[in-house]
């Protein structure tokens, strides 16, 4: 297979302050037809994404200055359609947990097998490219979620007071265009992940309660009353389009 150009292949970004570790990954990477920057801390990666945003980040969290999830926290506030996965500790419950919370699309425990984090960014890359062109359409396909708005089509969510866009990861989009397509029926956990195509969403820890979570801190008018993502006691979670 020919290689492509650097304009058209993905552009990734690894952070990780062990130099050995990011040499393996940048040539693994560049000979599956990545674009790799490394950076040996998150000062270097500010500056890299500054010059240039990547489409996906890899990001260690334990790392020694600014951690990975300082920097996670201020990639996806300042470019939230950026894929960003966490590496972490096999026993750093905690930091996955922390990880999920500052809006990573998902983690890969340490130490890990190469051919499996290339699926799994190959299957995020796919996550946020835009759908196919399609004719358009006299009215947008586009569901409401409290105060907000989802555009199915141009993979966004609006507020609908004034029409501005709320930052949502790729993961948290895909969350609710499954709940979209699923109006007043519970979903539990286990169909959620089945459907969600992530295998970061473990029924046996909070990934998809967090989720969930960070969604309603951005939809629901009262987050602590939620009406628009309800719980279903001992099931799950249900999306009520009138809860408005």
Request: with cysteine; aromatic share 4%; charged share 30%.
């Amino acid at each position: 297979m020919e290689p492509l150009d650097s304009a058209n292949r993905p552009r990734l970004l690894v952070v990780d302050d062990e130099a050995a570790l990011r040499d393996v990954l940048a040539r693994y990477f560049v000979h599956n037809n990545f674009d790799v920057r490394t950076a040996a801390d998150a000062g270097q990666a500010r500056a890299l994404v500054a010059a240039a945003v990547p489409d996906l980040v890899l990001v260690d969290v334990n790392m020694p200055g600014e951690s990975g999830l300082s920097l996670a926290r201020w990639l996806r506030e300042t470019h939230p359609r950026v894929g960003l996965v966490m590496l972490t500790g096999a026993a750093d419950a905690v930091d996955r947990i922390v990880g999920l919370e500052v809006g990573a699309d998902d983690y890969v425990t340490k130490p890990f097998e190469t051919r499996e984090l290339l699926a799994r960014l190959r299957n995020l890359l796919r996550r946020l490219a835009p759908g196919p062109a399609a004719a358009p359409a006299p009215h947008p396909r586009r569901a409401r979620f409290g105060l907000c708005e989802l555009d199915l089509d141009a993979r966004r969510l609006l507020r609908c007071d004034d029409g501005s866009e709320v930052a949502v990861s790729a993961t948290e989009f895909d969350l609710l265009a499954l709940f979209a397509r699923h109006p007043n029926r519970p979903l539990n956990r286990d169909q959620i992940m089945s459907h969600g195509h992530n295998r970061s969403w473990d029924a046996l820890d909070r990934s998809i309660d967090l989720r969930v979570m960070r969604l309603r801190r951005k939809i629901e008018p009262n987050p602590d009353k939620p009406r628009v993502l309800k719980t279903v006691r001992s099931v799950g979670y249900m999306y009520v389009p009138d809860g408005e």
